[in-house]
């Protein structure tokens, strides 16, 4: 092949190796040129999702403060509440006990009057009065269990809501420094592969123009024939890197085309998350802004409506209290009655006793005085005269000793033994 020949076979072939490499250059340039953007879009939607999700997870983090304040508060009014319900069903539950004791307790037949229907110590009571005061129990301990109830569920629901929001919260763990990190790695390479497109395409053009330069000279004959070669030789070893560097273009193309994949990927996935985060953010924000004030009024109105319930059980309480008290006092006093009529009665019986006991001596010695002043009129009264003293002849004072004798009930052996019992007396 003559000399002429071959520059013309290396011209035409750098000329053709231009006109593929320009557009593959020029492509890459517009990679290069898009994936500078995408990475800088990128980097700002990226910041930004990372400021608002720790914005959101400090939200979170109170969101779950609050229920965990509302579950807290939950357990002690449960426990308080339960123990004051408890406290309450206990004195009530004294009071039925202390009712039962009446109940069964009857009056003994002395004391039975005719024409009444009381029969036992029960029938005493004002009967309308426990049923109202019972209704009263039942009534605040049904409002407090059901306001109580209330409060769980809201509590549950609360729970269920934070739960809702922290699984919807997006998660960024995979997209934090080291996605980023990643995304300009892609940047990086798609700067280097482009560096090196451009450092063959200049060469390319080097070798296009010396190949062009060749021949005009060859066309001159005016260069010495030992710097043509020199110049042939460089172009004839060049000749033979042109077809790689072509195949090199092409494949740094597709590696920055990879690359710049990857990072719009990055910049995508940025764009999507960021309308996600802000979308959520705003969700969360409504639900504290409402929902959630909603659920603190509930806490407010409970915590309002339990101390109302508490003060009235504590009254109750004391009222049931007293209500125990008096007719536990009721039953012992009407076993002490029953004692002190036992007692009145051996009293009664004392008195009368004595009573004779004077009369007897009263009439003996009335008796006495009596024989006394007739055996003096006998010896002395007719020699005396009548005027002297008109006294003389009268009979001695009686001296009047009255006793009213009262009706006294007479309780029957088992009667009185009940009440020796509950006095703890010995029998």
């Given at each position: 092949m003559s000399q002429q020949h071959k520059l013309n076979e290396w011209f035409r072939e750098a000329k053709q190796s231009l006109s593929v490499a320009g557009p593959i250059c020029i492509e890459a340039?517009?990679?290069?040129?898009?994936?500078?953007k995408q990475i800088e879009e990128g980097t700002v939607l990226w910041a930004q999702v990372i400021f608002f999700h720790d914005a959101i997870e400090e939200q979170l983090g109170l969101l779950q403060?609050?229920?965990?304040?509302?579950?807290d508060y939950h357990r002690k009014s449960s426990r308080e509440f339960g123990d004051l319900v408890n406290q309450l069903a206990e004195s009530y539950q004294s009071l039925d006990d202390a009712l039962k004791m009446l109940d069964e307790t009857d009056l003994d037949p002395e004391l039975l009057k005719e024409g009444s229907d009381k029969r036992n110590l029960r029938s005493f009571v004002f009967e309308s009065g426990i049923d109202q005061l019972r209704g009263t129990v039942e009534d605040i301990i049904y409002k407090s269990k059901t306001s109580e109830k209330e409060l769980g569920e809201s509590v549950m629901n609360l729970a269920s809501?934070?739960?809702?929001?922290?699984?919807?919260?997006?998660?960024?763990k995979d997209i934090r420094k080291k996605s980023l990190e990643k995304a300009h790695g892609g940047t990086e390479e798609v700067a280097g592969h482009?560096?090196?497109?451009?450092?063959?395409?200049?060469?390319l053009t080097r070798h296009y123009d010396q190949c062009l330069k060749a021949i005009e000279l060859t066309d001159q004959n005016k260069v010495p024939k030992e710097e043509i070669g020199e110049l042939l030789q460089v172009l004839e070893n060049d000749s033979y890197e042109v077809e790689g560097a072509v195949n090199e273009l092409h494949s740094r193309r597709q590696s920055i085309e990879v690359s710049e994949r990857s990072v719009s990927e990055f910049c995508d996935k940025m764009g999507k998350m960021h309308i996600e985060v802000v979308n959520y953010f705003k969700e969360l924000d409504t639900?504290?802004?409402?929902?959630?004030?909603?659920?603190?009024?509930?806490?407010?109105?409970?915590?309002?409506?339990?101390?109302?319930?508490?003060?009235?059980?504590?009254?109750?309480?004391?009222?049931?209290?007293s209500l125990v008290d008096y007719y536990n006092l009721f039953y012992k006093s009407y076993h002490s009655m029953v004692l002190e009529i036992v007692r009145r009665s051996k009293a009664q019986a004392k008195m009368e006793s004595l009573v004779q006991t004077m009369l007897n001596t009263i009439n003996s010695a009335y008796n006495e005085e009596v024989e006394q002043r007739r055996t003096f009129l006998q010896e002395h009264g007719d020699f005396l005269p009548s005027d002297l003293w008109e006294g003389l002849t009268e009979s001695p004072g009686y001296p009047e000793i009255g006793f009213d004798k009262v009706d006294i009930p007479k309780p029957s052996e088992k009667t009185i033994q009940a009440a020796m019992k509950n006095a703890q007396l010995p029998l």
């Open positions: 340039n517009e990679l290069v040129v898009t994936s500078r403060n609050v229920q965990s304040s509302f579950e809501e934070v739960l809702r929001l922290r699984k919807r919260m997006y998660s960024v482009a560096h090196a497109m451009a450092e063959l395409l200049e060469s639900f504290t802004s409402n929902e959630l004030r909603e659920y603190l009024k509930t806490l407010d109105g409970h915590s309002k409506d339990q101390s109302e319930y508490a003060t009235e059980i504590a009254k109750l309480v004391t009222e049931v209290n």
